[in-house]
C-alpha cells in the first residue's frame, strides 16, 4: 500500500498565543504533525500543553496565530468544527457518559439507525466490540461506562475515538491508568494508525513511552517551545532536563532502610461482598505485611484489586464478610468505616484525586485540614489560627506552590493537588499510610518531590503500602512489591533482586502455581 | 494588600474566587449573593408611590412588615440550605410547618398544656421527622427528593389526623379549650408595636446559622459532603451521622416556623405551608446556593428570603395585577439565580 | 480591604435586642383585647371625594373569585370616584396578612376581603378597622364584630333550594341519587350538604352515594365513574358546585347513561365554562347562582364613603334558579 505523502503536513500551527487573564498559556508555539507520525507534546503541568491541544480541537476559538490543516488555514468555531475536519481528542478527563453503555458511548451524538429510523442498537454492539477489540480489550459492548474502571474507560475512549476515523488524534495521557500490557496493546493500535496515515499528538509524563512510540517530539516549558527534536537522538535524561530546565538526578534512591516493628498483616485476606458490584475485584486471599519505616508497593495488572485491597483495608470498600486475617500492630481488627481506620492509625491517599480525593472547587485550606478540623475544634468551634497554622505547615513542608490558602483546589496543577492530599492524610499522625497511585497525572518535578516525601515519612517511620501501575515505581521507590493478580497476592519480590522484567511476569499471572500464596507462609 | 491578609479575611471555604489579583470588581462579586437583594430594594425605592412627601417602601412600617413577612420561609430557607449545602432536598418542610402549627394548636387548645410544653413537644415532632428523613435518606441510600417528597405525604397526613381535617382555632384565655395568652405574642410586635416578634425570632436564627456555618467543624464536615462525598468520607468524615443532623435540623427549623405560624394566624391548619418548601428553595438558590451542593452561604439565603419578600410587597404596593405578579416573580427568580453565574471565570 | 464581620459582636447586639424586647411592653393585636373604635363617619367625604379601595381575594384561581373581582371591577368602573386595588393571596393565609397589611402601608379608605379562612384573618381585619378603614368582608367571614359588613350568601339556603328542586320538579316520584361534595372539611361542603339534606326532607328520595369531589371538574369525574360502576341505578346526580357536576357528566358520558340521568350544580358562573352555559347547552339540568357580593360591595362602598349613610352589618344575598329556560337571559345579566 502506497501512501502519497502530502506536500503540506497534516497539521501546522504557527505562532499560536493565548492568554488567561494576565497568564500568558502559550507563547508563540509553533507545532507540525505529519501525516503518518506519532508526534510527543511534553511539559510540565501548566506548560501549556492543554491549552494548544484546545485550540488545535476548537475548543478555545480567541487565540492568535494560525491553524492550517493539510495547508488550508482554518479558524475553528467549535470542537464540532474541528471533529468534522478529522481532529479526534481524548481528553485526560474522560467525557464518557457514565450512565450509558459502551456503545452508546462510542456512537454518542451519531447512533446508527435501522431503516426505520429507529436505534439500531445491535448494529452499534457489534461495530462497538470490533472497535474493543482493535484497542485489545474484551468488554461486554452492553455494559454502563459508569462500572468500568478507569482504566478500562480510557481504552473506551480510546475506541470512540478510533470509531470518528480520525485524520489526527490527540491522546492526552492516555496510557495513565493502563497496564504494562494494555500499555502495549494500545501502542499496538497506535502503529496501525500510523501506518495508516493518521497523525497522532501524544501527551505523556511517561519518558520511557516516548522513546518507545514517538517519532518526534516538542517539549514546552512556561508556554513557549523549549526544545524540538527527533526521539531517535534523545537519551529519557535530557528530555527530562528540556522539560524541568534543568538537570534532574534520578528519580528513584532506594535505601533499604531499617525497618521497625510490624504494622500491617494480612493472611488469607478476602472479602465476600454482601452485594457483588460489578467491575470490581475484590480481595480474594491477600497475604502481606508492612513493618515500620518500610515501603511494600502493590503490583498487578489493571483489574487485579489494588484499589479493592486497599479501600477494604481502609473500611472504605464494599460491605461484606470478611475471612482470613487483618491485624494492624498485632490486634486483629476489622474496620468497617474510614473513621476507625484511622483511629487505627490508617490513612489513605485514594486512587482519583478529583474523583475521591479533593472538593475542587473548595479552598485549599479547607480541603487540607478536612481530616483534622474536629480534632483541632475547640467545643465544636475551628480557632482560624490554629487551623492557618495546619495548613501552612503543610504547604511548607510539602512545597506546595499555591496562591492564597482560600484559592480552590482545581487552581493548582495536578501535582500540587496530589499534595494536598497527601498533605492531608500526614496531618492525622498516621502509622499507616495506604497510597493508590499516588503519582498518576502528575508531572517529573512534582513526582521527584513526592516519592522524596514518601521516602522521609517512611524515615520518620511511617509504613507505607503503595499501589501502582508503573513497573518503575514499584521496583524504583519501593522495598518489596507484592503482586496481585485476580484479587489473589501472587508473588512477593524483593525490589533489591527483583526488576520491572520479574514483576510484569508475575502481574501477567506467570510462575503463579509455583509461588503459591506469595512468599509469606 | 498582601496575600496573607486576603486570605486571613475569607468568609466559607468555598465562597472566594481562585488566585486573582484582588481588584474592586473581586471584591464587589464576594458579595454576589446580596446582588438581588441589593437590586430588589433599589428597584422598591425607585417604583415606591409616595405619599405626604414620604416614599411609602422605604417607612418602618412596610420594612417591617417585609421582614415579618419573610421570617417564616427565611427561616425554613436557613434549614433548606443546610440540606442543600450536603447535596440533598427537602421537600417536606411546608408539611412538617402545618404539622407543627397544627400541633401547637391541637396541644394547646385541646390538650390544655402550656406554652413551653407545647413549643419543646412540637419542636421535638419535628427534629425526629427530619432526622428519620434522614436515616432513610443517609443511611438506606434513599434519594432525598423521594425520601422527603414521602415524607411531605406523610406530614401532611399527620396533620389531617391530629387536626381531624380542619383547622384548629386558636382563642386565647384561661380554662379549657383556650390556649395561654403569652403564645399570642408571637403574632405581636414590640418597640412601640413596630418590631414584629417573628422578625426578631429570624434574625435570631439566622445569625446563629451564620456563626454555626463560619466557624464549626461540623460545618466544614458538611461543606465537605457537598463538595465531594466521597472524598469526605475518605477523609474521616462520619458522613452518615451529619446527613442525619441536618435533615433533623432542617426539620426542627421547619417546626420552629410552624409554631411562628400557628401564633400569628392563631390557627393551626392542616394546609398550612401548602408549597413553601418551594417558596424555601427559590430563596436559597437566588441566594447563591448551589443546587448540587457544596457552596453557599446562610447570608446569600437570608438576602434572597429577603429578596422575594420585599419583591411581593413592591409588586402590592404598586397595585400590580396579581397574574402579572406571578410573570413578574418568576422572570425575578431566574434572573437573580442567572446574576450568582455572573462570577468571572478564573 | 472585605471585613470579616464580627459575628461575636452580632451576637452580643443580639441578645441585646432580646432584653430589651421583653423588657419594653408588647402591643396587643390579637389578643383581642384591643380598645373596640371601628370607623366613624369621617370616613364619608361625599361625591367631591376620591376613594381608594383594596381589595384582598382568597385565591383567584377559583372562577367563582375571579368572578367577584370582575363584579368589583365592572361596578366600581361606573363610579368616579373609585379606584380598586387588587392583591391575590393565592389561598394563603399568611400571604393574605401581608396583602392586608400592604393596603395599610399604602393608606387605603376601605378595605373589601373575602377572607381565605375565618380565624387567621380576624386580627389583621380588626388592625385595619380599628384604624378607622371600613372593612365589607365578602362570602367567607371573620370572627367577632371588627367590620363593617358582611355581604354573602346563606349556603345552608342553596342547599336546600337545590333539594326542593330535585325533589320536586327533577324527580317528583322519588328516586335513587348521588351526591358529590366539595373538600371534606370545609364549611361551605357542609352547609351544602345539610341545606340539601332539609330540601329533600319528606320526598321519596334515596341518596345512595356520597362522594368527596375536592370542588374539582376531574375530582368528580373520578368519583363519578366509581360511583355509576357500583350504582347503576341512580337517576340524578346532586354536585355542590357547576365543575363536578360536569366531571359527573363526562363520566356517564363515558359510560353511555347521559340521556338518562340528571344533573344538579351549584354556583352558577356567568362565564363560558361556568355552570350557566353547562345548563343552557343542557348538559345540566339547573345551577343554582352564588353570588359573588362582588357589585353588592362597591354598592355598599358607595353608600358608606359617597352617600355618608349607616350600613347594616349583615347583607344576605339570594340565589336564583337557573334552568334551560331563563339560561341565557341569567348568562347575559351576569355581565352586564
Redesign the interface.
Known amino acids: 500500500m502506497s501512501v502519497s505523502v502530502p506536500t503540506a503536513p497534516l497539521v501546522a500551527m504557527t505562532g499560536i498565543s493565548k492568554t488567561y ?1 494576565g497568564t500568558l498559556a502559550c507563547d508563540d508555539v509553533d507545532l507540525t504533525v505529519r501525516a503518518g507520525e506519532v508526534h510527543a507534546l511534553l511539559g510540565e503541568n501548566g506548560a501549556g500543553k492543554s491549552t494548544l491541544m484546545r485550540v488545535l480541537s476548537g475548543d478555545v476559538t480567541d487565540h492568535h496565530g494560525t491553524v492550517a490543516i493539510e495547508g488550508r488555514p482554518t479558524r475553528f468555531g467549535s470542537p464540532h468544527d474541528a471533529q468534522r475536519a478529522g481532529i479526534a481528542m481524548i481528553p485526560q478527563e474522560l467525557d464518557l457518559v457514565p450512565g450509558l453503555s459502551i456503545a452508546a458511548n462510542i456512537f454518542l451524538g451519531r447512533e446508527l439507525r435501522t431503516r426505520a429510523g429507529i436505534i439500531d442498537v445491535r448494529r452499534m454492539n457489534r461495530e462497538t466490540g470490533d472497535l474493543l477489540a482493535r484497542t485489545g480489550i474484551t468488554l461486554d459492548p452492553k455494559r454502563h461506562v459508569g462500572e468500568l474502571r478507569t482504566g478500562e474507560q480510557q481504552l473506551v475512549a480510546i475506541a470512540k475515538a478510533l470509531a470518528l476515523d480520525a485524520k489526527v488524534l490527540i491522546m492526552d495521557e492516555p496510557t495513565s491508568a493502563l497496564s504494562p500490557a494494555e500499555v502495549t496493546r494500545m501502542f499496538a493500535v497506535i502503529t496501525e494508525l500510523r501506518a495508516a496515515g493518521a497523525g497522532i499528538v501524544y501527551i505523556s509524563h511517561r519518558m520511557e513511552e516516548i522513546s518507545r512510540i514517538a517519532d518526534r517530539a516538542t517539549v514546552l516549558r512556561n508556554g513557549r517551545v523549549a526544545a524540538a527534536f527527533a526521539t531517535a537522538d534523545l537519551t529519557v535524561a535530557q528530555v527530562t532536563e528540556a522539560l524541568v530546565g534543568r538537570p534532574v538526578q534520578a528519580l528513584f534512591r532506594t535505601e533499604h532502610g531499617s525497618t521497625g516493628r510490624e504494622l500491617l498483616r494480612l493472611t488469607d485476606f478476602a472479602l465476600r461482598p454482601r452485594r457483588t458490584r460489578p467491575g470490581r475485584r475484590e480481595p480474594d486471599g491477600v497475604s502481606l505485611s508492612v513493618r515500620a519505616g518500610e515501603i511494600v508497593g502493590l503490583g498487578g495488572l489493571l483489574g487485579s484489586g489494588r484499589t479493592e485491597l486497599l479501600e477494604t483495608l ?1 473500611g ?1 470498600g464494599t460491605p461484606g464478610r470478611r475471612h482470613g486475617e487483618l491485624r494492624v500492630r498485632d490486634r486483629v481488627v476489622r474496620p468497617r ?3 476507625q ?2 483511629r487505627l492509625g490508617m490513612a ?1 491517599v ?1 486512587e482519583d484525586r478529583r ?9 485549599i ?2 480541603n487540607t ?3 483534622i ?2 480534632r ?2 475547640v467545643g ?3 480557632p ?1 489560627k490554629r487551623e ?1 497554622g495546619a495548613v501552612r505547615r503543610v504547604v511548607d513542608e510539602l512545597k506546595i506552590k499555591i ?6 483546589a ?2 493548582l496543577s495536578g501535582g500540587n493537588q496530589q499534595k494536598i492530599v497527601l498533605g ?1 492524610a500526614l496531618l ?1 499522625e498516621p502509622s499507616l499510610l495506604l497510597l493508590d497511585e499516588p503519582t498518576r497525572g502528575v508531572d517529573v518535578g512534582a513526582k521527584a518531590e513526592i516519592y522524596q516525601l514518601l521516602r522521609e515519612a517512611a524515615g520518620r517511620g511511617i509504613g507505607i503500602l503503595l499501589a501502582s501501575s508503573e513497573p518503575a515505581e514499584l521496583v524504583g521507590l519501593c522495598d518489596r512489591v507484592v503482586v496481585l493478580h485476580d484479587g489473589r497476592s501472587v508473588r512477593e519480590l524483593d525490589t533489591r533482586d527483583a526488576g520491572e522484567a520479574e514483576l510484569l511476569a508475575a502481574a501477567m499471572g506467570e510462575g503463579r502455581t509455583a509461588a503459591a500464596v506469595g512468599g509469606e507462609s | 494588600m498582601s496575600e496573607q491578609q486576603r486570605t486571613e479575611t475569607r468568609p466559607e471555604p468555598a465562597e472566594f474566587l481562585p488566585g486573582r489579583r484582588a481588584s474592586v470588581v473581586d471584591t464587589l462579586f464576594r458579595f454576589q449573593s446580596l446582588f438581588g437583594l441589593v437590586l430588589v430594594f433599589a428597584a422598591g425605592i425607585v417604583f415606591s408611590p409616595v405619599r405626604d412627601g414620604e416614599l411609602i417602601f422605604l417607612s418602618s412600617d412596610n420594612l417591617f412588615n417585609i421582614v415579618r413577612a419573610t421570617a417564616e420561609i427565611g427561616i425554613i430557607a436557613v434549614g433548606m440550605t443546610f440540606v442543600i449545602l450536603i447535596g440533598g432536598i427537602d421537600l417536606s418542610v411546608g408539611a412538617v410547618l402545618g404539622l407543627a402549627a397544627v400541633g401547637s394548636a391541637v396541644l394547646m387548645v385541646n390538650n390544655g398544656l402550656g406554652v413551653l410544653p407545647t413549643v419543646l413537644i412540637v419542636l421535638l415532632a419535628g427534629l425526629v421527622f427530619g432526622l428519620l428523613q434522614g436515616i432513610a435518606s443517609a443511611v438506606w441510600g434513599i434519594q432525598a427528593f423521594i425520601v422527603t417528597l414521602a415524607g411531605l405525604q406523610i406530614a401532611r397526613g399527620l396533620a389531617r389526623i391530629w387536626s381531624g381535617g380542619q383547622g384548629v382555632p386558636i382563642p386565647y384565655g384561661d380554662g379549657p379549650g383556650k390556649a395561654p395568652v403569652a403564645f399570642s405574642l408571637l403574632g405581636e410586635r414590640t418597640f412601640n408595636g413596630l418590631v414584629p416578634i417573628p422578625a426578631i425570632i429570624f434574625v435570631i436564627v439566622a445569625a446563629l446559622a451564620i456563626v454555626f456555618l463560619r466557624t464549626s467543624a461540623f460545618a466544614r464536615h458538611l461543606y465537605a459532603i457537598g463538595g465531594n462525598e466521597k472524598a469526605a468520607r475518605l477523609s474521616g468524615i462520619p458522613v452518615v451521622r451529619v446527613k442525619v443532623l441536618v435533615f433533623g435540623l432542617c426539620g426542627l427549623l421547619a417546626a420552629l416556623a410552624g409554631i411562628i405560624h400557628a401564633g400569628q394566624l392563631n390557627q393551626g391548619s392542616p394546609n398550612d405551608g401548602n408549597t413553601y418548601e418551594l417558596d424555601a428553595i427559590a430563596a436559597v438558590v437566588v441566594g447563591g446556593t448551589a443546587l448540587q451542593g457544596g457552596r453557599g452561604s446562610v447570608v446569600g439565603t437570608v438576602a434572597g428570603a429577603l429578596m422575594l419578600g420585599a419583591l411581593n410587597y413592591i409588586l402590592g404596593l404598586n397595585n400590580i395585577d396579581s397574574n402579572v405578579q406571578l410573570l413578574i416573580k418568576g422572570l425575578v427568580i431566574v434572573a437573580a439565580a442567572g446574576l450568582q453565574r455572573l462570577r468571572p471565570t478564573p | 480591604m472585605p471585613v470579616r464581620p464580627r459575628t461575636g459582636l452580632t451576637v452580643t447586639a443580639l441578645a441585646g435586642v432580646l432584653a430589651l424586647a421583653s423588657a419594653c411592653g408588647t402591643t396587643s393585636e390579637n389578643s383581642g383585647q384591643g380598645k373596640q373604635t371601628g370607623p366613624s363617619q369621617a370616613a364619608c367625604k361625599g361625591a367631591g371625594g376620591s376613594f381608594t379601595i383594596g381589595m384582598s381575594q382568597a385565591n383567584l384561581s377559583e372562577p367563582y373569585r375571579q368572578q367577584m373581582n370582575d363584579d368589583i371591577a365592572r361596578a366600581a368602573k361606573g363610579v368616579p370616584q373609585f379606584t380598586v386595588k387588587f392583591a391575590d393571596a393565592q389561598q394563603d393565609n399568611s400571604k393574605q396578612v401581608a396583602d392586608v397589611e400592604n393596603f395599610l402601608t399604602q393608606k387605603i379608605d376601605l378595605l373589601i376581603i373575602s377572607p381565605n379562612e375565618a380565624k387567621p384573618l380576624t386580627a389583621v381585619v380588626k388592625k385595619a378597622y380599628d384604624k378607622g378603614i371600613p372593612v365589607l368582608v365578602l362570602d367567607r367571614k371573620v370572627e367577632g364584630e371588627a367590620y363593617t359588613q358582611w355581604i354573602g350568601a346563606d349556603n345552608v339556603e342553596i342547599g336546600k333550594q337545590a333539594g326542593k328542586y330535585l325533589a320536586e320538579k327533577v324527580l317528583p316520584q322519588g328516586g335513587k341519587i348521588a351526591e358529590i361534595r366539595g373538600l371534606a372539611g370545609s364549611t361551605p361542603a357542609k352547609e351544602r350538604q345539610d341545606g340539601f339534606a332539609q330540601g329533600i326532607q319528606g320526598h321519596n328520595i334515596d341518596i345512595v352515594s356520597t362522594v368527596d369531589g375536592d370542588w374539582l371538574r376531574e375530582k368528580g369525574q373520578q368519583q363519578a365513574d366509581a360511583v355509576f360502576k357500583a350504582h347503576p341505578e341512580i337517576q340524578a346526580v346532586y354536585s355542590q358546585n357547576d365543575p363536578m357536576a360536569e366531571g359527573a357528566y363526562l363520566a356517564a358520558k363515558a359510560a353511555g347513561i347521559d340521556q338518562r340521568l340528571k344533573f344538579v350544580g351549584i354556583d352558577g358562573l356567568p362565564i363560558p365554562s361556568g355552570g350557566i352555559k353547562a345548563v343552557e347547552e343542557g348538559r345540566l339540568s339547573a345551577t343554582f347562582v352564588y353570588p359573588t357580593a362582588g357589585r353588592e360591595a362597591v354598592g355598599s362602598a358607595k353608600q358608606l364613603l359617597i352617600d355618608c349613610k349607616q350600613l347594616p352589618k349583615t347583607q344576605l344575598l339570594q340565589t336564583s334558579l337557573v334552568t334551560k329556560e331563563n339560561a341565557a337571559e341569567a348568562y347575559a345579566k351576569g355581565n352586564s
Do not use: E
Not at chain 1, 474523583?355 to 479552598?363: F, R
Not at chain 1, 496562591?403 to 480552590?408: E, I, K, S, W, Y
Open positions: 487573564g481502609f472504605a468505616r474510614p473513621r481506620a484511622m489513605l485514594p474523583i475521591s480525593g479533593l472538593a475542587l472547587s473548595h479552598s485550606r479547607a485540614v478536612l481530616s478540623v474536629d483541632i475544634a465544636g468551634y475551628v482560624r492557618t496562591g492564597g490558602l482560600g484559592d480552590a482545581n487552581t492531608r492525622t
